[in-house]
């Protein structure tokens, strides 16, 4: 295992820079923010940690990169940036998203209310989940896998056409497999920065897609009629656990940060990590590290105070133990599957604790 750890000193400029206007703007923050944000350089931090790397199929062994500072971001001429006439992040399901419609709309309401507590500020609205022949796109049977998969490219085409007009952007979400072209076996998602679209798919986010009795895969592999989509009715699609809830918001929120400006981040453990594969991507916090955080507070605006009770309050509500006692067996099936955040939550904690001493 190799642990990336940098300097005071490279940290300290990554997140205020030595640029005269930047650290101006830096010391008008709160001084309980600065307290929290300046932990980035601090050698014993307990909150944010340096980044490890397990093998040389993780993401920074594999994919060099350049790194990129609060001054690169601030100064990026090509970032998108919300207005007040292009503000709204919209979520467009494609597809099923659990066992009945009941699940499915549950499921967005818990990943709208996640992304409007990350990206504090901002409104979140889900779109009217659109059926895959709706789509219009091309779809195959992978020869390998038997697993049914959707063409990437064909639905962020169906996507520029469904963007509102208010968009700051639109993200397809899917729990079928994607794949980008022919040659490729497959793809966790595709976007294009420039025009604010990404699809994204959370159909390996399932515990048992890839062990043999996955239920998803299609027992003969058939060549179907480009226009009969009939293969995708009643398509296998896995219960919404904890798991696949995280995984989805860790994935959702950081291909979202991209579309807003922020490269893969390498400075220290966050969300906007890089991953090339499942076991990396598990490994990878679920928030972002201070210097991200800095970038996306300078795009929107929020108090970190506020943004912290606002995922907190995510992950608290609806109740557990004796409130959810009370609620009937049909409520009860409904409760947000939260078990899997509980670090996440203790870590949100401490980060108040710092904001509010």
Request: proline share 4%; aromatic share 12%; glycine share 4%.
């Amino acid at each position: 295992m190799k642990v990336i750890k940098h300097s005071e000193q490279v940290l300290k400029t990554a997140l205020i820079s030595k640029n005269t206007h930047l650290v101006k703007l830096y010391e008008k923050l709160e001084s309980r923010e600065k307290c929290l944000l300046n932990d980035a350089f601090q050698s014993d931090s307990v909150l944010f940690r340096p980044i490890t790397l397990h093998s040389e199929s993780d993401w920074i062994s594999a994919h060099p990169e350049p790194t990129q500072d609060f001054e690169q971001f601030y100064h990026d001429p090509c970032r998108s940036k919300p207005t007040s006439q292009k503000s709204t992040i919209y979520i467009q399901p494609i597809g099923s998203f659990g066992d009945t419609k009941v699940s499915t709309e549950d499921y967005m309401k818990w990943l709208k209310d996640y992304c409007e507590a990350f990206y504090y500020g901002v409104s979140v609205k889900i779109l009217e989940p659109a059926p895959v022949s709706h789509t219009g796109c091309t779809f195959r049977v992978n020869e390998y896998t038997r697993n049914l998969q959707i063409h990437a490219g064909d639905l962020l085409k169906y996507l520029k056409k469904k963007k509102p007009k208010d968009a700051f952007c639109i993200v397809g979400i899917t729990m079928i497999d994607l794949y980008p072209r022919e040659s490729w076996n497959f793809v966790f998602g595709q976007a294009s920065l420039t025009e604010g679209m990404g699809i994204f798919s959370f159909a390996r986010y399932d515990s048992d897609f890839y062990s043999a009795s996955y239920k998803g895969r299609l027992k003969s592999v058939r060549k179907c009629p480009a226009t009969d989509y009939s293969i995708f009715e009643d398509y296998y699609t896995p219960a919404i656990t904890s798991v696949v809830l995280l995984r989805s918001c860790k994935t959702l929120t950081h291909e979202i940060g991209h579309i807003f400006g922020l490269r893969h981040c390498q400075w220290l453990q966050c969300v906007m990590q890089g991953s090339n594969h499942l076991e990396e991507s598990d490994r990878r916090p679920l928030d972002l590290c201070p210097i991200c955080l800095r970038k996306l507070q300078s795009a929107i605006g929020f108090h970190l105070a506020e943004r912290y009770k606002a995922l907190l309050e995510w992950m608290d509500e609806e109740g557990s133990g004796m409130e959810a006692e009370l609620r009937n067996e049909a409520k009860m099936g409904l409760l947000k599957p939260v078990e899997e955040f509980k670090e996440y939550r203790e870590w949100v904690l401490k980060c108040l604790d710092v904001l509010q001493k």
